[in-house]
């Protein structure tokens, strides 16, 4: 019999393999199925009132003219919308400390930051439902505003929620070895430096959407959901309507982007379930541009203090960093906005050795939009902390960025190791991972480049990065903490009677490629060509119980289940077919749609004669076989709390001391997801990970003024990196699979993003550094960069 | 209430004849009123490029026109793109390279390298890069789009 072990090697070998993905064709005919592009019979159209102000108490609200506007079906206002739905905490209780206060769908007597509903009106159109919120008359008490992270927490700062007595939401500290002890060992050289990290946001092409359709008849509804997390959205809603888990399904169909902003708690579309259910018709929510930039989560917003101490050799004697960051007005529900600050104090510094490790979190209130999980949570900010501290370092030392990194990779015979910071690590490869890359970006040639270019005046910077990525996680991430999503997820395969397989999964497609990769799975393990599976996800009513795609765990996790549930139905099919043939299951396997002799690939049976016996002829079997040709399984990660990859990653950029403008003349990624499934899709989502990097290094900011305004709204004044801008990345891979599974694959959808900012800045500051100037904070604006060199004053 | 107005013109080679909001823009006509949903809205201020279709054979954002202005025009979508098989070529490139990921740019990605393709543009990626520039895409990363794009040129140079 073929077990587990080789399924790497057998005939119908898919795993591996650039195979294109099945799903391109409707997508490139315009056949998607967005969210949007649903339209039901009688269904109506929400729009809401949203707050002006970053503080301010509602001193009333008029919407009687509203309601009269031709074509509304309904107006809530937040006080009105709050009998229909409970508010949410987003605290969980493996964050110890970790406080927010109970926050309603819509705003209700206060509003804390600007964007937030304040009223819901529901009508014909998308259009008058916005002609009747123009005719709401709301009244604000303005309050002072809490803004600036760094304010906060000052004893004169205004405090958003009183009954906290300060905006200190939650702190962590971290302390492994003696630090004094480390930094005052002779010949240690220090250096400190503080780093600001811009707000920026997500910018899924596709806006949030929801369609909500409820069936008085049977008490369901449905929600048609763009977004990660099927299962715990079903939670959410059954929490905060007060309907029964069971009574509500939801379907993710085609999500056109994500990236970790849609898989969180939105007032506006709780609000729009009830309201679906109170109406008894489908009501659709499509924020437009305006309102994804105000209320889509924001993401990062730190300024972080780092001190590295480095031995005359470059080893690292003692590593300290203080992270301060700002979440808005509340803690975002249900995985909270402590995650992020969480991380950036277990990652920082991980991929090196270090003799002591103390860290410091803060988690801060204030009266901006709410800031949560967006792709690679907290990695920007712990790779680019870490790797320039060493490169600061590195150049007191007089020391090669990648010789100092040398110095201090943990080792890729160390493993199973733990980290400063107490994460477990193991399969990881730092060290080959950095010589890949100094050899696929030419490394030496580079250099030769940049001083020839520094000769005809030209400012060229090489920034290098070694990183850790979390992905795989398992219960430790969420569950234990009280959150309702599943940390493991089911696989189903099921032989239809003409021979194909339909299968299906919890994890979700929003373009990674999951459904590809599955079908990949299923058809390698149990031996059809890939053309005759068919896959389902994204529907609470028809797949298993999982947790989704996050945190890079779709091919880790819900690939194994596939292996797992494919290997299983290969068996069961095989038992039926030693039967059927009167042939010892070892003699047997299944290879392009056949039951064939295991020894010589004879075929013996087609699979559909044999689906068909079974469903059909059953009377031709003997009474005591009991034929499964479906089978399930699921999969957690059970002996770490998370499955770290690594990678290394380099950026060559020129920087214009004139203008100030950076150009990205070069990228490199290296990456160790284990075992790659389909190279194609892998390399493009690590290339489409670094471009959103870079538009965090050098493009992307929310911009606040004092007051809490958001000042640029529109893709026209917030500028994401466009193709123009972009260079063509080079990927290339170390493959060290996981132990944790037999499919060995580690994630790789969020690498690119968590290093691609530490390696530009990086980059920008070897430029700049012969000039004597740095920048530490990002995005690495064409202002900061003149600052950076005095050209601009202050 | 607004205004209505009618409205005759050409959508993918079959006349249309509406009623139609003045206010209400093309992209909205063609979504909701045709059922027509490859075009996208992702800005609505004519930026992001994911509803670019051809009017009268040229490139047009179709947030930015109001429908009752295609009046008399022949508006090609992309799903009449796919239907003739003029983005057939493209399709495949893009297939074979990956050159979408969740497929929400993709009509007026390939909306937009039709039309540099359609014009004479050579193999040269920073002209692709230059010419997609009004194509937002948070996905892919752009490469793969252009490569898309050269293999078609090269393919047809052959």
């Known amino acids: 019999m073929t077990g587990p072990a080789t399924i790497f090697d057998r005939p119908n070998r898919y795993i591996g393999t650039a195979e294109p993905r099945a799903d391109a064709a409707r997508l490139l005919q315009g056949r998607g199925r967005f969210v949007d592009d649903i339209q039901l019979p009688r269904m109506v159209h929400a729009a809401f009132l949203r707050s002006p102000h970053a503080h301010a108490r509602i001193v009333s609200l008029d919407v009687a003219a509203a309601r009269a506007m031709p074509g509304v079906a309904a107006v809530w206002t937040g006080a009105e919308m709050a009998a229909h739905v409970t508010p949410w905490v987003g605290v969980l209780t493996h964050l110890a400390g970790l406080r927010s206060p109970p926050q309603p769908a819509l705003a209700v007597d206060v509003v804390r930051w600007q964007g937030e509903p304040v009223a819901m009106v529901v009508a014909a159109t998308r259009a008058e439902a916005e002609d009747a919120v123009e005719r709401i008359e709301a009244d604000y008490d303005p309050l002072p505003a809490a803004v600036r992270m760094e304010e906060a927490l000052s004893p004169d700062a205004p ?54 359709d409820y069936d008085p008849a049977e008490d369901r509804l ?27 399904r939801v379907i993710s169909n085609d999500v056109g982007g994500s990236f970790g902003i849609k898989i969180h708690t939105y007032g506006d579309e709780i609000a729009v379930g009830a309201a ?12 437009d541009r305006m309102e994804s930039f105000m209320t889509d989560i924001h993401a990062r917003d730190h300024v972080v ?61 204030q009266n901006k939009n709410m800031m ?75 250099r030769a480049d940049q001083a020839a270019a520094r000769a005809r005046g030209v400012h060229r910077g090489i920034g290098i990065l070694s990183m850790v990525e979390v992905t795989n996680p398992s219960p430790m991430f969420y569950g234990i903490g009280g959150a309702p999503i599943a940390s493991q997820d089911g ?78 139905l290969k068996e069961q099919v095989l038992e039926v077919a030693g039967v059927m043939l009167q ?113 965090g290094a050098l493009y992307e900011e929310c911009l606040y003024d004092d007051q809490g305004q958001l000042l640029n709204t529109t893709m026209a004044d917030y500028l994401v990196p466009m193709a123009a801008e972009m260079p063509d990345i080079v990927v290339a891979h170390v493959e060290t699979p996981t132990k944790t599974s037999i499919l060995g694959a580690k994630g790789a959808g969020e690498a690119g993003t968590g290093g691609a900012p530490g390696a530009i800045l990086n980059a920008v500051n070897d430029a700049l550094a012969p000039l004597g100037a740095s920048v530490w904070q990002m995005p690495i604006t064409p202002e900061r960069v003149l600052r950076a060199l005095g050209v601009v004053a202050d | 209430m607004t205004g209505m107005a009618r409205l005759t013109c050409r959508v993918n080679g079959e006349e249309v004849r509406a009623e139609v909001p003045v206010r209400r823009n093309l992209l909205d006509f063609l979504r909701n009123d045709l059922g027509l949903t490859g075009s996208h ?118």
């Open chain 1, 222 to 248: 449905t929600m048609h959901y763009s977004g990660q997390a099927p299962h715990m959205m079903q939670v959410v809603l059954s929490r905060h309507l007060g309907l029964p888990e069971e009574n509500i």
């Open chain 1, 583 to 695: 042939a010892g299951v070892e003699s047997l396997d299944i290879r392009a749609g056949k039951i064939v002799d295991e020894a010589t690939g004879a075929e013996r049976m087609g699979l559909a004669d044999l689906a068909r016996t079974v469903y059909y002829r059953g009377n031709e079997l003997p009474a005591d076989l009991k034929p499964e040709l479906v089978a399930t399984r699921h999969y957690r990660v059970s002996d770490m709390p998370f499955v770290f990859t690594n990678g290394a990653m380099g950026a060559y950029v020129e920087v214009d001391t004139d203008t100030g403008f950076t150009k990205v003349l070069g990228f490199w990624a290296v990456e160790d997801c284990g075992r790659v499934i389909n190279p194609m899709l892998v390399d493009e989502q690590v290339r489409g990970g670094v471009v959103q990097g870079i538009g």
């Open chain 1, 276 to 287: 679906a259910r109170l109406l008894r018709r489908p009501v659709k929510f499509v924020a």
């Open chain 2, 41 to 158: 809205a992702g800005c609505e201020h004519g930026v992001c490029g994911a509803c670019t279709i051809l009017v009268d054979g040229v490139t047009v954002r179709g947030c930015l026109m109001l429908a009752v202005q295609a009046e008399g025009a022949e508006v090609v979508t992309v799903e009449g793109l796919a239907e003739s098989g003029r983005s057939a070529a493209l399709a495949a490139a893009f297939t074979a390279r990956n050159a979408l990921q969740c497929g929400f740019c993709t009509p007026g990605m390939i909306a937009s390298a039709l039309e540099y393709i359609d014009g004479g543009g050579g193999p040269d990626r920073a002209a692709i890069r230059a010419h997609l520039s009004g194509n937002y895409c948070r996905c892919t990363g752009y490469q793969a789009v252009v490569d898309a794009v050269c293999d078609v040129i090269g393919g047809a140079a052959k």
């Open chain 1, 159 to 212: 405090v958003i929620h009183p009954e906290f007595g300060s905006n200190l939401a939650w702190e962590r500290r971290v302390e492994t070895g003696d630090m004094a002890a480390a930094m005052a060992q002779p010949g240690v050289t220090v250096v400190e430096r503080t780093f600001r990290f811009g707000r920026h946001t997500g910018v899924t092409l596709e806006p949030r959407a929801t369609v909500m």
């Open chain 1, 491 to 568: 696989a189903t395969v099921r032989l239809d009677a003409g021979g194909a397989l339909h299968i299906s999964s919890s994890v979700t497609e929003q373009g990674q490629g999951t459904n590809a990769i599955l079908a990949q799975i299923a058809a390698g393990v149990f031996g059809v060509d890939i053309g005759r599976v068919k896959v389902t996800t994204g529907d609470t009513a028809t797949v298993p119980y999982g947790g989704g795609t996050w945190a890079s765990r779709g091919a880790g996790i819900g690939g194994e289940a596939m292996l797992l549930a494919a290997h299983a």
């Open chain 1, 372 to 446: 949560c999980q967006y792709r690679a949570v907290g990695h920007p900010i712990a790779m680019a902390v870490a790797d320039g501290l060493l490169d600061e370092a590195g150049r007191a030392l007089g020391m090669d960025p990648v010789v100092i990194r040398q110095r201090n990779l943990i080792a890729d015979d160390a493993y199973p190791t733990t980290s400063a910071s107490g994460m477990k690590l193991d399969d990881l490869s730092h060290q080959k991972t950095l010589a890949k890359l100094v050899e696929v970006m030419g490394y030496e040639a580079l």
């Open chain 1, 305 to 365: 203090t780092g001190r590295i101490g480095v031995h005359a050799d470059g080893r690292i004697a003692g590593l300290e960093i203080d992270d301060l960051t700002g979440i808005g007005p509340f803690s975002m529900y249900p995985r909270t906005s402590a995650i992020e600050c969480n991380q950036v104090l277990n990652l920082t510094g991980a991929p090196y050795r270090m003799e002591a490790y103390r860290a410091r979190g803060r988690v801060v209130f």
